[in-house]
């Protein structure tokens, strides 16, 4: 029953430091409201400025002239697709515009794209019925795009705009392509939001802001000299970290909870059945970063020290285990096939691709079998580190 105590012990002094406490139980939830209203401003319509400097053609005694047919067709699509269209009477002023912000896109319509397109539909008419067809200087018309590389808003916008040009021409020609495009999403992948494919990530986000707690929990012992009578007790090692995690898994959990509760709120759905997989993953990712904590520790010889080192080893797990965001370490080796990332060395990358597999791709929880594994793995791993350091660089000086 010792452990009891120390669990007591440890739940008072945790209370105690109350700002450490709120910062690990609101900082997840925070980070989850600040990802919703990035994905609330984020763009969803583009501004595309389309200038015809088309000069027109004839097609069965009639004038015709593909540039204005193209200006039409997008005006009434307006409210339809994410692209938003408007005219420039030259190419000058509508690049003004993209240097000015107030455009995303600029696409030019060349002169002779009206000629160009008459004499490839009678090119072709040609070759069915084995006339010949002069060609008196044709050159191909050439579809102008211009904007900003470095913006996504172009990026997106010239290949919506591309993609509606080139559809709208294969209908006015009468071409059809021998092949149609299907898209299957995996899981549910395409039934979230672009915030609710980050939640998995920010859930684990909210467990690895217990190191903070964690380490300054195993640092006040040797800092207050408290460990040398925990020793005179006969208190056992396992004791002692049985009733300090058990104070950190409470906070953990805690601030899973909120941060999962303030997700659904913002719009999240949760899987009717993944709740449990969820507190398990939760779970071993407390565990492990607990065991993490010792490390911390070892390096820290007052609570002070911790909030100083400690932000490092946060920063690093925040945005290299894809808890964050998404992200890809460098290649480090190959085992049996399976390619060994720079970042599958902290534990909470198995945590947040365990969460990804079930939540997003809609995979089997068995199939998360491996990520659970390796998480457990590098639990022991820090476990054994920390404990090691932590007596070498403690212990020894009690």
Known sequence: MRWYYVFLKGLREQIRDYWILIMIIVMAPLFIFIYFLMEESETTSYDV???????????????????????????????????????????????ELLMEGDADVVVVFPENLTSSLLFSLENMAGALTGASVPDPGHAVARIELVGDVTQMEYII????????????????????????????????????????????GLLILSIIMIIFSASAAIVREPETRTLERLKISRLTS?????????????????????????????????????????????????????SFSLVVAAMCRSIKEVAIIGTFPLFLLMFFTG???????????????????????LSPT??????????????????TIPEMTALV??????????????????????
């Open 377 to 398: 793995v590098l639990t022991l791993l820090y476990f054994l580190l920390g404990s090691r350091a932590f007596r070498f660089r403690h212990m020894k000086a009690q």
């Open 49 to 95: 400025v389309m200038v015809n400097l088309d000069r027109g053609g004839l097609f069965a005694q009639q004038s015709l002239n593909m540039g204005d047919s193209l200006v039409h067709y997008a005006e009434t699509l307006a409210g339809e697709e994410f692209l938003h269209f408007t005219t420039a009477e030259n190419r000058e002023s509508a690049v």
């Open 157 to 200: 916008g010239a290949i919506w705009t591309e993609e509606l040009v080139n559809g709208y021409l294969l209908d006015a020609g009468g071409i059809r392509l021998p092949i149609t495009w299907e898209e299957t999403t995996l899981g549910y992948s395409g039934q979230r939001t672009m915030f609710e494919l980050y939640v998995p």
């Open 350 to 367: 198995w945590a947040v691709d365990a969460l990804n597999k079930v939540l997003v791709k809609g995979e089997q929880i068995s199939k």
């Open 238 to 290: 396992i004791e002692f970290l049985a009733g300090t995690s058990l104070v950190q898994i409470i906070i953990a959990m805690l601030s899973l909870s909120l941060a999962l509760l303030t997700a659904i709120a913002l719009g999240y759905t949760l899987i009717p059945g993944t709740l449990g997989f969820i507190l398990l993953i939760s779970f071993l990712t407390a565990l492990s970063m607990i």
């Open 323 to 345: 808890a964050a965001f998404p992200i890809s370490g460098g290649k480090l080796f190959t085992i049996g096939g399976y390619t060994v990332m720079m970042n599958d060395i």
